[in-house]
Structure formats: structure tokens, C-alpha cells
């Protein structure tokens, strides 16, 4: 069927209309092409003609009619089942045009004017297999010389209840793996690649969404694993994580830690990579206006066994000097600094406290040395003081403080020194031995060491430019009672004639002895 043409006026149009129905269903309009026995079945075109060189082509309209008392009819598309080939496809493609924005592909679902009911839903779905592999389903954005088109999936926005959700799940299996999932952004020649940002939307009243990032569950739990973009030329990406910001509260937490497990709980492990010079670890506190927050490194507790250890270790190097250990105090520009607490916790009810260990490491040459002093003062205070002391005992005996050198086997045993400090202007410091008091007081016992020949004992003042100083050699006045003797002797001799005994006073360019 084919109408005449129209010289000057409007085309005339063909209608092809089904019969219309009082009391029953209208009548069907069916376009059927031409059968064939033995090769392919005809085509059914239904296009617009082509536009003349001042209009637009017309377009096509394919809808079905409305119904005011029932569901108004499908529009389906589809192709028909193969049997020995491979069936149809659908193919929809706007054309090309020469100038403005290509056209558009638009598929919207249909709204619901019914209070509580659910609009359309649009669903995308690639075709199953029996046999083999499922289709693929593959949404593309177009390209461009000045820039790529973009992809929005965009949930909807409700005015009551939540927004839409977006769900990007893979595929179920029944014996093998399920599906992975990919977050990429495409390479770049010549400059950056994309960036890729996962992060809620803002909370104008209400608590902000939480981001998770989890594995499933499985005979082995899967792994999370974060790491920064190689560089083939400069500095490696960086990997931040950082709690959000409070404006009027406190910012938040940042947690790392393994999960409870009925065996050993995993570990964590902070390192740096391996370099020409390994990178530096920092843990540190921010900045405060009143006190700035506290660093703890501490085991947890055990109820049954041991406690767990806290190692702090410089490293090691195969040539050249291992690496210190600095514990230090904060510094204060108004007061005085922090101090330093190296302490063995309490121990159990009738048991002792953790011993407490200071030592250098052996050597095959000289072994380390251990230092220990006050800092200076500069101005007008006093240096810090330096106190060994045990502890006190409210039943048994307090602890013994003991000063001893390690033993030498073939050179000299080490000396120990006890010295006051001394003073340029003023007096210098004096040095006191005294035992404890208590019902009977403690000895105090000066001996030299024993061995072919016993080392001297010698009590000396030191030297003046006016006046040496005096010896005294005396016993305390008692409150009541004797006071004590004072005995001076030589040791006994089996073999050879004993000890004198010699008091004299100094010419005038020696010194005093008592011996």
C-alpha cells in the first residue's frame, strides 16, 4: 500500500487500525514478513522516511494505549528462539549528526501514582548458558577528543525513608569461584591516571555513613590488602589513613588491630621497606593547647601464662655501628622537663617484683660502658641528683646495694672510684660512708683484695695551697654507756716478721700517712 505524493500540502497519512470492541478485547494489528521452507524468513522494516535538506526525519513512536481500569499493555522486544543457530540480537543505536550533541538513549521505568506503591524497576540482564559461559553485560561511555563521556549510577532520592541503594555484587557459585570484582580507572599515556574515591555523602543532622571494607567468611579468611602505586622513576605513592574531623568535639579514632581468636590472635607488623636507607617509623601524639595526648606500647594480659615481652632494639649492622636506643623526657621552654620512670611492676601477693637489668653487650674487644648522670645547670640551680637505693622491707631484709668490676684473667681488674665533684670558687662536694642505724648499727668495712701481695689501704686528705686537710680517726661520743675503742694492728706472720705500726708527722714537702 502506498499513498500519493503531496506537491504543496502536509503528506496524507496511513492508518492501519485495529477493529474497536463494546463488551470484548479490540482487534490485533499483526505485520507478519513471508515464510520460508528451506532459507532465511523476510524482514519487517518500520522506519521513517528521510527528511528533505530543511527538516528533521520523523520520528518513531512505539507505545502502548492507557487503561483506566487495568494494567495498560507491554511493549516487548524480543527475538525469536533458534534452534540450530545462534538467536538474534537486539541492537538499538542512535545515528550520527553533523553538528550539536549526538542524540540520546533514554530508558526510564514507569512511575506509581498509588500511595505506598513502588515505581518500575529497569533490569539489565545478559543471557544465561547452559553449558558454557554466562553473556557479558557491559556499559560503556563514549569516547571523545576532548574528553571522555562519564558513567553515573545514581540510586533514587526518597523525600521520607532512605535513599536507593547501589549494590555491586558478583555472582554466586556452586563449585567453583565466585566472581571478582574490579574497581580500576583505565591507563594514560601522558599524564595521570584517575583517581578512584569511595566516601559518603554529608549528614546535615544525623551520623554520616560508615565505609567497610571486609572479606567473606571461609575455611581461610580472605585477605585485605592496601598498597600505593609503584614508580618506575620517581617517589613511590603513599598510603594515609586518617580519622575524620571534628569541628566542636573530638576528632575520631583510628584503630588497627587482629580479631579474637580461640588460638593466638594474629599479629601486627609496622615496617618499613628494604632501601639503600630504609625508611623511618614515627608513632607521635599531635599538638595540643593544654596536654598533648599520651603514646602507650603495652602486652596484653594473660590469665594463664607468661606476660608478653616489650622489646626495644636499635638495629643491626653488619659494618659499621648498631643503632642507639634514646628514651628522653618532653622538653618545656617555662618549666621544668619530663622525667624518665624505669620501673618493674608490683609483684603478686608473697612474691617478688621483676628484676631490673642494665647492661652493655659482650665483645671481643672492649665491651660497651654505662653512664650515667645529671644533666647541668647553666644558671644559678643546682645539678640533679643521682640516688641508688633498694627498696624498703617491712619483714625481711632490705636490699643490698652493690658496686662491683667484672674479674680480669689476665690484666688488671677495673677500679672503682667514688669522687666528689669539684668546685672552682667554692667548696668542693664531700663524700660520706655510713651505715644504717638501727638497734645495733651496720659495720663499715675498708679492706684492700687479697693475693701474693695485698693492695694498700691508704687514707690521705688532699693537698692545699694554705692548709692540707686533717685526719681524724675517732669514735662517736656515746649518749649512755662507754664509747667505742679504736684498735690499730698488723696482721700475723708464719714465716716472716709482721706489720710495724708508724706514726710521724710530715716534713715540709710531704703528706701525713696513717698505715
Not at 505506598?116 to 553485560?137: F, K, N, P, T, Y
Request: with cysteine; charged share 10%; proline share 0%.
Amino acid at each position: 500500500m502506498r499513498l500519493g505524493i503531496s506537491e504543496s500540502g502536509v503528506g496524507a497519512d496511513a492508518i492501519l487500525q485495529g477493529g474497536d470492541a463494546t463488551d470484548e478485547t479490540g482487534g490485533d494489528i499483526r505485520i507478519v514478513s513471508g515464510y520460508s521452507r528451506k532459507t532465511t524468513s523476510g524482514l519487517v522494516i518500520i522506519e521513517t522516511a528521510n527528511s528533505g535538506s530543511n527538516g528533521a526525519s520523523g520520528y518513531l513512536l512505539l507505545q502502548s494505549g492507557t487503561a483506566e481500569g487495568g494494567d495498560s499493555g507491554w511493549v516487548n522486544v524480543s527475538t525469536g528462539r533458534a534452534s540450530g543457530g545462534t538467536a538474534g540480537s537486539i541492537s538499538m543505536s542512535v545515528g550520527e549528526g553533523d553538528s550539536g550533541t549526538g542524540g540520546d538513549i533514554s530508558f526510564t521505568a514507569g512511575a506509581s501514582l498509588e500511595d505506598g506503591g513502588d515505581g518500575g524497576a529497569i533490569i539489565l540482564a545478559a543471557g544465561e548458558s547452559q553449558s558454557g559461559r554466562g553473556g557479558h553485560a557491559i556499559i560503556q561511555a563514549g569516547s571523545g577528543a576532548t574528553g571522555g563521556g562519564d558513567i553515573a549510577l545514581l540510586a533514587g532520592e526518597s523525600s521520607e525513608q532512605d535513599g536507593g541503594a547501589i549494590n555491586l555484587t558478583s555472582a554466586y557459585s556452586a563449585e567453583a569461584d565466585t566472581g571478582t570484582l574490579t574497581l580500576a580507572t583505565g591507563t594514560s599515556r601522558e599524564g595521570n591516571s584517575g583517581s578512584i574515591s569511595l566516601c559518603t555523602g554529608d549528614a546535615k543532622s544525623g551520623q554520616a555513613g560508615t565505609i567497610v571494607v571486609s572479606t567473606g567468611t571461609g575455611k581461610a579468611g580472605g585477605d585485605v590488602a592496601m598498597a600505593a602505586g609503584d614508580s618506575t622513576s620517581g617517589r613511590g605513592g603513599s598510603v594515609t589513613i586518617s580519622s575524620g574531623a571534628s569541628a566542636k568535639s573530638s576528632s575520631g579514632h583510628a584503630t588497627i588491630q587482629t580479631n579474637a581468636a580461640t588460638g593466638q590472635s594474629g599479629a601486627i607488623e609496622i615496617a618499613t621497606g628494604d632501601g639503600v636507607s630504609s625508611g623511618s617509623i614515627s608513632v607521635a601524639t599531635g599538638s595540643s593547647k593544654s596536654t598533648s595526648g599520651t603514646v602507650e606500647v603495652f602486652p596484653g594480659v594473660s590469665t594463664a601464662g607468661a606476660g608478653g615481652d616489650l622489646v626495644l632494639q636499635g638495629g643491626s649492622s653488619t659494618d659499621s655501628t648498631g643503632g642507639l636506643v634514646l628514651i628522653r623526657s618532653g622538653a618545656s621552654t617555662s618549666s621544668t622537663s619530663g622525667s624518665v620512670s624505669l620501673a618493674s611492676a608490683d609483684g603478686g601477693d608473697g612474691v617478688g617484683s621483676g628484676r631490673f637489668n642494665v647492661s652493655t653487650g659482650s665483645g671481643t674487644g672492649a665491651s660497651g660502658g654505662i653512664q650515667i648522670t645529671s644533666g647541668g645547670a647553666s644558671t644559678t640551680g643546682n645539678s640533679g641528683n643521682i640516688v641508688i637505693q633498694s627498696g624498703s622491707a617491712t619483714a625481711g631484709h632490705s636490699g643490698a646495694v652493690s658496686l662491683t668490676t667484672g674479674n680480669s684473667e689476665a690484666g688488671d681488674a677495673g677500679s672503682i672510684s667514688l669522687t666528689a665533684g669539684s668546685s672552682k670558687s667554692s667548696r668542693g662536694g664531700s663524700l660520706s660512708l655510713m651505715a644504717g642505724n638501727g638497734s645495733e648499727s651496720g659495720d663499715i668495712l675498708i679492706a684492700s683484695g687479697s693475693g701474693d701481695q695485698s693492695g694498700l689501704l691508704t687514707l690521705v686528705s688532699g693537698t692545699g695551697e694554705t692548709f692540707s686537710g686533717n685526719l681524724t680517726i675517732g669514735t662517736a661520743d656515746p649518749t649512755d654507756g662507754a664509747s667505742g675503742d679504736i684498735m690499730l694492728t698488723t696482721g700475723a706472720a708464719s714465716a716472716d716478721t709482721t706489720g710495724d705500726i708508724s706514726l710521724s708527722t710530715g716534713s715540709r714537702l710531704s703528706v701525713s700517712y696513717i698505715l
